[in-house]
């Protein structure tokens, strides 16, 4: 089965500063999302990204995929400390599937 | 966009317990709901997906006995940890997918924390 797998596990930046994360998969998809999770709360859903688009922005986030490379990134510019949390990227499969398979994350901490 | 309740939040229980987790889409019709267990410093795990009205599907080495999914109304699922054990403690997410959505896109709960003692 596929699985995201982001990079790096962990991220200390300080304020001001630009973060970036990525995340691989092994298999088609039809598109990929990116979910941010506070320590200990659900899951907030960030942006998506389909298989057809390389590049998607909102707001201080930018999202690139890379469908030949099974690799997508994303950028937060001018972090803040309230950007601290663990960043998620989640693909579905090609065919329907509803499923989602989650990367193991990367936990962004911004220093003030 | 979209709300998913939880309840409760939060459970301490005895183990050999039954635990029930409460699973509500407050402003739309939720035709599938998807439970994750999350284990610490962990990735989300998709436990089953349960679609109104229809039995659960269970992902692969998740024992559909143990773990006890009814999807009764377009608003809520629920999961009953039977004779839970200490090895059960995790952080349990349900998410909610509405009907006719073009994309994948679910909107997750905020989370239940389960510790059995």
């Known amino acids: 089965s596929q699985q995201g797998e982001e990079d790096p596990q962990a991220l200390s930046i300080q304020e001001g500063e630009n973060a970036t994360m990525n995340c691989s998969y092994k298999t088609s998809i039809n598109n990929l999302q990116w979910y941010r999770q506070n320590s200990g709360r659900g899951l907030v859903h960030l942006i998506l990204?389909?298989?057809?688009?390389r590049e998607k922005h909102s707001g201080r986030l930018r999202v690139t995929l890379d469908t030949s490379k099974k690799s997508s990134s994303l950028l937060i510019t001018a972090s803040r400390a309230a950007d601290t949390a663990s960043y998620f990227c989640?693909?579905?499969?090609?065919?329907?599937?509803?499923?989602?398979?989650f990367g193991k994350g990367t936990k962004l901490t911004v220093n003030p | 966009g979209a709300v998913v309740s939880q309840h409760p939040s939060r459970v301490i229980c005895k183990s050999g317990t039954s635990v029930k987790i409460e699973c509500r889409s407050l402003d739309f019709q939720a035709t599938t709901m998807f439970w994750y267990r999350q284990f610490p410093k962990q990735s989300l795990m998709l436990m089953a997906t349960s679609n109104e009205g229809s039995k659960a599907t269970y992902e692969q080495g998740v024992e559909k006995d143990k773990f006890l999914i009814n999807h009764a109304s377009l608003t809520l699922s629920t999961l009953t940890v039977t004779s839970a054990h200490p090895e059960d403690s995790s952080f349990y997410i349900c998410?909610?997918?509405?009907?006719?959505?073009?994309?994948?896109?679910?909107?997750f709960g905020p989370g239940t924390r389960l510790t059995v003692l």
């Open positions: 989640a693909t579905d499969a090609q065919g329907g599937s509803e499923k989602l398979v």
């Open positions: 990204i389909r298989s057809n688009e």
């Open positions: 998410s909610a997918r509405g009907a006719g959505e073009a994309y994948n896109e679910q909107f």
